[in-house]
């Protein structure tokens, strides 16, 4: 039971990025909003499923999954957020004191998910290499809004050698509920991102002679519709630091 | 333009089931609640992706959706259903009066959508073949619950010979948008069926030699969660008479 191990460690007070453990268990995103907000997230996700597929809806207050038996999650994420009024009030490793009896929690599936099924194709995934976080960034590219809520979306971005994109591309693709496919291969600029060296979440890595950068959809995106759209409140993973959960990433390959 | 023709036509008052019309065209079952309710029954989709796989969802009182542009859900499906305190209050052709502006409608996928597939790979689609509406069946699988909302899984059935079951099931499988495979094969007691004969919403068609009813996962599924649950009000679209989308059933081909 890796996974319940490194959510105890994560309980316990250890904090780092959870890219590359606990292979072959998916990794999802958290957010967590008023039940006032609950059907305009649930809504976001449904209209825009590419950054924000959603695994489970907890129960109002409720912090049990069930991708996660055991888990509890205002503790087992290496490191949260919290959001007043759309802007960033507070980094913590335990959300405990955060969390609401009106808090509706949402998993939305992570591209960690598909990782080690890249590494089996013998792609190399450049942030697990280095043991550092994805890069993570803002993109121009709106999503379809859902009510009060709005923004943009985020993409995660890994170095590919242009002969393995179409593989990349294959594979991750059999993986819909964890973001699929990569929406975009090469210029940054054509997404806004000004820079590949200023991640805005997570850690830079470096591109090398012949790998373009390849981006998928990211679940950090609804921290950006928090931050847009003004959500009162609100307790997130922090970019990268996710729950790890029991269940195979096998069971959202189509 | 032919679904905009057929649309037109049960605007103008025709009223008949839409199984074989429009082939190449996705269908879809229509459930409008009040506001109140749309988080559950978003998260009862979310929950229940087999028998309620959400398509679109309109925006608070639009009878407007973007699976077919220029289409008014008040009158462009062939005949609704009207629910007070989960008893059905009326069936009617045209539901523009019993609209609110506080109803969020819910477009759910519909296996009619992969019965063009079944027909084009060489298999008889009984219900189609005798022009008449899909048998469709109560069973005792409970759907997990969201909130307020619960109920059982509703199925449509397709009598299909026992070479062919697998194509069957391989074919639809393609669509998990419009319920995907199969839920069941063979024996209807297990689903707690009493008869085949006796449908529960559309017509009965008969078994032949050879052939085993095959059961696929129903949109009409939240209307019985609207019955067992008393939800306060609902409009829905009646069993079979479904709106026909712009959209080409391709679309929900993986």
Same mark, same amino acid.
């Given at each position: ?42 809504? +976001? ?13 907890? &129960? ?19 490191? !949260? /957020? ?11 490793? &335990? ?37 550092? =976080?994805?890069?993570? !960034? /803002?993109? =121009?590219?709106?999503? #379809?809004?859902?009510? #009060? ?40 600029? &054509? ?41 009162? +409140? ?16 096998? /069971? +959202?390959?189509?």
């Amino acid at each position: 039971m890796i996974a319940a191990q490194l959510r105890s460690s994560f309980r316990a007070g250890e904090v780092r990025p959870t890219a590359g453990l606990a292979p072959g268990h998916a990794q999802a995103n958290l957010i967590a909003v008023p039940r006032d907000w609950a059907f305009e997230m649930l809504l +976001y996700g449904q209209r825009n499923p590419r950054p924000c597929p959603v695994l489970d809806v907890t &129960d109002p207050g409720s912090p049990f999954t069930d991708l996660a038996p055991g888990a509890d999650l205002r503790t087992d994420l290496p490191l !949260y /957020r919290v959001w007043r009024d759309g802007e960033l009030a507070e980094e913590t490793p &335990d959300a405990t004191s955060a969390w609401r009896d009106d808090l509706v929690a949402f998993l939305i599936g992570c591209s960690f998910s598909f990782e080690a099924a890249l590494l089996a194709a013998g792609i190399d995934v450049r942030h697990i290499a280095l043991g550092c =976080n994805v890069p993570m !960034y /803002r993109t =121009n590219v709106a999503c #379809r809004p859902a009510g #009060r809520l709005h923004g943009g979306m985020v993409v995660s971005m890994r170095p590919i050698p242009a002969g393995q994109i179409a593989l990349a591309a294959t594979i991750s693709g059999r993986f819909p509920a964890v973001h699929g496919a990569p929406v975009h291969v090469g210029s940054p600029s &054509d997404l806004g991102i000004a820079s590949l060296d200023s991640p805005d979440f997570g850690d830079a890595v470096p591109l090398r002679d012949g790998e373009l950068p390849v981006f998928w959809a990211c679940g950090v995106t609804p921290q950006v519709a928090v931050m847009a759209s003004g959500v009162p +409140y609100a307790v997130t993973h922090s970019p990268g630091h996710m729950l790890i959960t029991d269940v195979p990433d096998t /069971r +959202y390959q189509v």
